[in-house]
């Protein structure tokens, strides 16, 4: 049975020329936008800059960046904390709620604390 696989380019600081050459070989999706990518400038667009000027699937993020519609999908990173527990063991390091923030036990931000619905419904009917 033949299987496809759909190649997504995500948390890359991949520049121009190389992310052009990427969807020239089959890319056809980009997920985590802006996170783990150069700011987008008019003299290095880079990663960014390709992804919003192509015919490719794109995170939540680009939507209102985007002039072709409905092609757009959403990545959830959510933590069991969401209608769980306030606790949990990410990777061996306790990770807690705080504020409405996962945070390690130093403070530091560690994941997201949404749920799904909550990310979407600002994009929704736009």
């Not at 496809?4 to 985590?32: E, M, N, P, Y």
């Not at 996170?35 to 939540?60: F, H, K, Y």
């Not at 409905?70 to 209608?83: G, Q, Y």
């Amino acid at each position: 049975m033949a299987k496809r696989v759909i190649i997504s380019l995500g948390c890359s600081d991949a520049d121009f020329h190389q992310t052009q050459a990427v969807l020239k070989q089959g890319a056809r999706v980009f997920t985590h936008m802006f996170n783990a990518m150069s700011p987008m400038m008019n003299r290095a667009p880079e990663i960014l800059a390709v992804a919003i000027n192509s015919d490719t699937i794109q995170g939540s993020l680009a939507i209102r960046a985007r002039s072709i519609p409905d092609w757009i999908f959403i990545v959830s990173d959510s933590m069991p904390s969401v209608d769980g527990p306030d606790q949990l063991d990410l990777y061996g390091r306790m990770v807690v709620l705080q504020n409405g923030r996962l945070v390690n036990l130093e403070g530091i931000l560690a994941d997201v604390h949404i749920k799904i619905s909550q990310a979407v419904t600002p994009f929704i009917n736009q």
